[in-house]
């Protein structure tokens, strides 16, 4: 199958670039492909906000998707091994994981252009999930620094809401980090072949 959603409309738009989850969409004839020893095997999802992303990835029986794994500082190995090695742990699968900016500071990555184009040059294919809705982003992290909560699914436990305090520096200073943060994910991806996503257009259902 060309998607991994066949219950309830999301909105998968064909746009200049390729659909969502299509397998041209990263490089490949048909999924089946990525079973008969494909190069073309791995996703690296750059930015945005991509827990639905994930979530629609991971529902595809043919791709694997971790998330931050990046975010912590590796001393045993270097990135590129450790992406190496969840890749050929799930050699039967397309697999991919979510990539930030700060995980490039974190992993002491001087050139990040470099350390991306190498990523390219071994298979790896970019998703880039923008989100148009700035205040958005920046009232959920200010709510995640305060709640503790991540994320919530239909049919998770129900938990006391408690009203979220926000002083208007801090909502300033955070939708300044997130402007920051997108342009910096424009930047490395500018010379770069990619597939552009828009969280309001191409994931949200109608």
Request: some cysteine; aromatic content about 4%; glycine content about 4%.
């Amino acid at each position: 199958p060309n998607s991994p959603v066949s219950a309830e409309p999301a909105r998968f738009r064909v746009t200049a670039t390729s659909p969502l989850v299509s397998p041209e969409g990263v490089g490949l004839e048909d999924w089946q492909q990525i079973r008969r020893g494909a190069l073309l095997y791995q996703i690296a999802e750059l930015g945005g906000r991509p827990t639905l992303l994930l979530d629609l990835l991971r529902c595809h029986p043919l791709i694997h998707c971790d998330a931050e794994i990046l975010s912590h500082r590796i001393l045993v190995t270097s990135p590129q091994e450790l992406l190496r090695s969840r890749a050929a742990l799930f050699a039967s699968r397309a697999y991919g994981f979510k990539l930030r900016p700060r995980h490039l500071e974190v992993q002491k990555i001087r050139e990040p252009e470099a350390f991306l184009a190498g990523l390219l040059a071994e298979g790896w294919r970019f998703v880039h999930l923008a989100r148009r809705n700035v205040l958005r982003v920046a009232l959920s992290r200010l709510m995640l620094a305060q709640t503790k909560i991540v994320h919530r699914r239909r049919g998770d436990r129900p938990v006391e809401a408690s009203p979220i305090q926000v002083q208007g520096r801090d909502l300033l200073a955070a939708l300044e980090r997130v402007d920051r943060e997108m342009q910096i994910e424009r930047d490395l991806l500018a010379s770069l072949p990619h597939l552009a996503l828009t969280y309001e257009d191409d994931l949200l259902q109608e």
